[in-house]
């Protein structure tokens, strides 16, 4: 199954591997660099999509003063070099657009999230006003705008790791009680679906659209696992071709847990639940244990991260695991 094409919405891409968005912190004035470029362009050689890691749409949402940015026109061109880097090796490309709400840093801005309390002592956000949500929602449209006509092949929506749209997700950060209401779950997915309708909309149909969902923040009064069939659903509706499963306020990784597709379970409820591809990452360091993955129906696509990060060769010498 490695090597078998997969559709999203009108793209059709060339294998079931993902290169798993990873923060280079490479970034100069937000913009990616030459050496940024030859960095995905070797981990696109046998790869079938490469998701460029997270770049901020405003600059109010700044995980860092080093992280890629795609909030200003300006940085059209440079995206360029990047996209055609990764489309000479024969693999598509997506831009993570991202906010990190209340662990934003180095932008000189005030933060902002759903509500003023955090499972984070150093953060000190704003609580969100209609006009802070509005805003968000048309900084994610403007950047995937931006993203198209840089060149990249679709478009992620980061809403997991502990960033904005998981702060919203996650009861323990949403302590609302309008209509984005931390206590249920259609008050927690609505900024997801707000975003995701945006995006649609300035994209349009036929543009493949993802989302980074931090499905699980394994964490006492945390989101929960058997809430994702239900958010998947809400998502595949709002108009999303793709779900990349990952972690919520944990992060990348699991608690206990480090094997191959440590987030399986995660991966399989969302399945169960949509007809669009869902991503699987974690854990994986072998083209044999992606293989089995995708044979037992984790996932549809596996990304691949530290193992792609440390060996550019990677996803060649997977695929060179099941010769014909």
């Known amino acids: 199954m490695i090597k078998e094409p997969i559709a999203i ?6 294998n079931r591997i993902v290169k798993a968005p990873c923060d280079t ?14 960095h995905y362009r070797q981990r696109a050689r046998g790869t079938g999509l490469v998701i460029v890691e997270h770049e901020w749409i405003l600059l109010e949402g700044m995980a860092h003063a080093r992280q890629l940015s795609i909030g200003d026109d300006s940085l059209i061109s440079p995206y360029r070099m ?11 490309i997506f831009a993570q657009l991202s906010h990190a709400g209340a662990k934003a840093k180095d932008s000189g801005l005030e933060s902002i999230a759903p509500s003023k309390e955090t ?8 609580t969100m006003d209609e006009d802070d949500i509005s805003r968000v929602i048309k900084g994610f449209a403007d950047a995937a705008i931006r993203a198209k006509r840089a060149g990249f092949d679709g478009v992620e929506v980061h809403g997991a790791h502990g960033y904005l749209l998981n702060q919203f997700y996650s009861p323990l950060t949403n302590r609302r009680s309008d209509v984005y209401s931390g206590s249920t779950l259609d008050g927690r997915t609505k900024l997801h679906c707000e975003v995701i309708r945006a995006v649609r909309k300035a994209v349009g149909d036929d543009y ?59 991966s399989m409820a969302a399945a169960s639940a949509v007809s669009v591809p869902v991503i699987l990452t974690g854990g994986v360091t072998d083209g044999h244990q992606l293989e089995q993955l995708l044979l037992e129906g984790a996932a549809d696509m596996i990304g691949i991260g530290r193992a792609l990060l440390s060996d550019p060769e990677w996803s060649v010498k997977a695929l060179g695991e099941f010769p014909g």
Request: glycine residues 14%; hydrophobic residues 40%.
């Open 119 to 126: 499972v984070w002592s150093q953060y000190h956000p704003r």
């Open 208 to 266: 493949p659209v993802a989302i980074r969902f931090g499905a699980c923040d394994f964490m006492e009064g945390g989101s929960l696992i058997s809430e994702i069939p239900e958010a998947a659903e809400a998502f595949e509706t709002a108009g999303v071709d793709l779900i990349d499963i990952s972690g919520g306020l944990n992060g990348f990784t699991r608690p206990g847990m480090t094997g191959p597709g440590y987030f399986r379970d995660l």
């Open 25 to 38: 912190a490479g970034a100069v004035n937000g913009a990616p660099t030459e050496d940024i470029a030859e």
């Open 9 to 14: 919405n009108s793209l059709t891409v060339r």
């Open 82 to 92: 990047l996209t055609d880097a990764v489309h000479s090796e024969g693999a598509a």
